[in-house]
């Protein structure tokens, strides 16, 4: 848990810097890849998670500019590496300005239960992890080899002494 807004900041540019670069690896025509075929895009996937930052802060008071079009998932995957960067930045910079340590403490009604603001940003960061893990699954799926979030895809064993990693 967050006690301090530094310990969620720490966090925060860890994850993001981890998304970025798994979003770095996605390709125009990785972005219509789906699990199914009526299953959401790779890029609905990754652009509901990049536009749903400023959404999520501001149902819990922090001000913050909203995605132009957000429901609009661009056809380009540069274009969402660029706004996920952006965003993700300005939620760190108005969660700096804008809650205080003691402002982790207070409670709020989130998803029908009661959570601390810490809670809630604690829900934000797992909420992106979850849709990155289904990101890399697509990425996967559509030819790319994904980056590796917290450790190495298989590809990379090799490089550590394993030949043939196991399934």
Do not use: C
Not at 20 to 49: A, C, M, N
């Amino acid at each position: 848990m967050y006690i301090t807004i530094a310990d969620f900041i720490r966090e925060w540019n860890w994850e993001a810097s981890l998304t970025q670069k798994v979003l770095e690896g996605l390709t125009d025509d990785s972005l219509s890849q789906k699990v199914y075929p009526e299953g959401r895009t790779l890029g609905r996937i990754v652009w509901h998670f990049t536009t749903n930052i400023p959404e999520y802060l501001a149902h819990f008071g922090l001000k913050m500019d909203e995605i132009e079009y957000a429901e609009k998932v661009p056809t380009s995957a540069k274009e969402i590496v660029e706004t996920f960067k952006q965003i993700s930045s300005s939620a760190a910079k108005a969660i700096e300005e804008q809650w205080t340590d003691e402002t982790l403490k207070e409670v709020q009604i989130a998803f029908g239960r009661k959570e601390t603001n810490a809670q809630i940003l604690m829900g934000l960061i797992k909420h992106i992890i979850h849709h990155r893990g289904q990101a890399t699954v697509l990425m996967r799926q559509a030819g790319i080899k994904p980056f590796g979030v917290y450790g190495p895809p298989k590809e990379d064993w090799i490089h550590l002494g394993v030949e043939n990693p196991p399934l």
